[in-house]
């Protein structure tokens, strides 16, 4: 991986990228920034002779939060049946929609050194694709990710995954065909339309409007991890997931709305007395959404709030 040289005074300035590699195979802020404080802390373990021989210590970096993350992953499974009701990946804020909101939201510079801030949102994040991810092996996801996304070559991955090229090439053609199968993504004006409508529905109360809005085969999956109220099964259908929604506004007065950037692409973020405690991301095909994702575990809403 890289060119050859053994200065390592960029070292520190891989952290952006390892980041994003890593919140990409884990779905989690927080375990993106642990794998990758880990990796640096093993670089920074080396006798400097050692580190003097290695040709490319972002390379090396990679490599290193790759197989750490293939830990992760491998034993996230088991942690996940512990968890209560669905679990869904950390959503993304785009801090610079909440600098230009000014009292709307969360205040305060950013945080250059939080590492939510340095993930670049693309496709790659979206709640949707994070998911589709989520169905594949670890090793699937590996490749995949570090090919498809990142375009490694597959002799680079080989080594974090400790297969042959071959083995890998075939691993991410595997994990590409689960993407395959996935929707076409809806251009970000067309669904901003569609969520900007669901948000005057839902506020309004209005059955019927949201009724027509979902698509009548949607599901939404609602994650609370036992810390908030949450639906601890997915809602399936249009109807049925328009009534839980209506339900919840005559739950929660003083709910505050907000069109907020998930992940890269239109959402809504609700919030009571400034504090955020739900962040919703939606699917949407031909017009109507498929899809409700709706974080509500204050664990995973941290990089949404500012002090």
Same mark, same amino acid.
């Given at each position: 991986?890289?060119?050859? /040289?053994?200065?390592?005074? !960029?070292?520190?300035?891989?952290?952006?990228?390892?980041?994003?590699?890593?919140?990409?195979?884990?779905?989690?802020?927080? #375990?993106?920034?642990?794998?990758?404080?880990?990796?640096?802390?093993?670089?920074?373990?080396?006798?400097?002779?050692?580190?003097?021989? @290695?040709?490319?210590? /972002?390379?090396? %970096?990679?490599?290193?939060?790759?197989?750490?993350?293939?830990? $992760?992953?491998?034993?996230?499974?088991?942690?996940?049946?512990?968890?209560?009701? +669905?679990?869904?990946? #950390?959503?993304?804020?785009?801090?610079?929609? &909440?600098?230009?909101?000014?009292?709307?939201?969360?205040?305060?510079?950013?945080?250059?050194?939080?590492?939510?801030?340095?993930?670049? %949102?693309?496709?790659?994040?979206?709640?949707?694709?994070?998911?589709?991810? #989520?169905?594949?092996?670890?090793? #699937?996801?590996?490749?995949?990710?570090?090919?498809?996304?990142?375009?490694?070559?597959?002799?680079?991955?080989?080594?974090?995954?400790?297969?042959?090229?071959? +083995?890998?090439?075939? %691993?991410?053609?595997?994990?590409?065909?689960?993407? !395959?199968? =996935?929707?076409?993504?809806?251009?970000?004006?067309?669904?901003?339309?569609?969520?900007?409508?669901?948000?005057? =529905?839902?506020?309004?109360?209005?059955?019927?409007?949201?009724? !027509?809005?979902?698509?009548?085969?949607?599901?939404?999956?609602?994650? /609370?991890?036992?810390?908030? !109220? =949450?639906?601890?099964?997915?809602?399936? /259908?249009?109807?049925?997931?328009?009534?839980?929604?209506? =339900?919840?506004?005559?739950?929660?007065?003083?709910?505050?709305? $907000?069109?907020?950037? *998930?992940?890269?692409?239109?959402?809504?973020?609700?919030?009571?007395?400034?504090? *955020?405690?739900?962040?919703?991301?939606?699917?949407?095909?031909?017009?109507?959404?498929?899809? @409700?994702?709706? *974080?509500?575990?204050?664990?995973?809403?941290?990089?949404?709030? &500012?002090?």
């Amino acid at each position: 991986m890289g060119t050859v /040289g053994s200065s390592t005074d !960029g070292v520190a300035g891989e952290r952006r990228r390892l980041i994003n590699v890593a919140y990409r195979l884990l779905g989690s802020v927080t #375990e993106a920034e642990d794998a990758v404080q880990d990796a640096y802390a093993r670089w920074y373990g080396l006798p400097r002779s050692r580190q003097e021989e @290695i040709r490319s210590p /972002g390379a090396w %970096l990679t490599t290193v939060t790759g197989r750490i993350c293939l830990d $992760l992953l491998g034993s996230a499974r088991a942690r996940r049946e512990r968890y209560v009701g +669905a679990w869904l990946p #950390e959503p993304l804020p785009d801090r610079s929609e &909440w600098d230009r909101a000014g009292g709307a939201g969360p205040t305060g510079p950013a945080d250059p050194a939080d590492p939510a801030d340095q993930i670049v %949102l693309d496709e790659s994040v979206s709640m949707a694709f994070l998911v589709v991810l #989520e169905s594949m092996t670890p090793a #699937e996801r590996v490749a995949f990710v570090l090919h498809d996304v990142f375009r490694y070559p597959f002799a680079e991955i080989a080594g974090v995954l400790g297969r042959t090229p071959a +083995a890998c090439k075939q %691993l991410a053609a595997s994990a590409r065909r689960r993407v !395959g199968a =996935a929707p076409a993504p809806v251009p970000a004006t067309g669904r901003a339309e569609v969520v900007r409508h669901v948000k005057e =529905a839902w506020e309004s109360k209005d059955i019927a409007a949201l009724v !027509g809005l979902l698509d009548p085969a949607a599901v939404m999956t609602a994650d /609370g991890g036992g810390m908030a !109220g =949450a639906v601890l099964r997915p809602v399936e /259908g249009g109807a049925r997931i328009a009534q839980y929604m209506a =339900a919840i506004a005559d739950r929660a007065p003083g709910l505050e709305l $907000l069109e907020r950037t *998930v992940n890269g692409v239109p959402g809504l973020v609700a919030q009571r007395a400034g504090v *955020v405690m739900t962040v919703a991301a939606f699917d949407v095909s031909d017009g109507r959404v498929t899809r @409700i994702w709706a *974080v509500r575990n204050p664990e995973k809403l941290r990089p949404w709030a &500012w002090s």
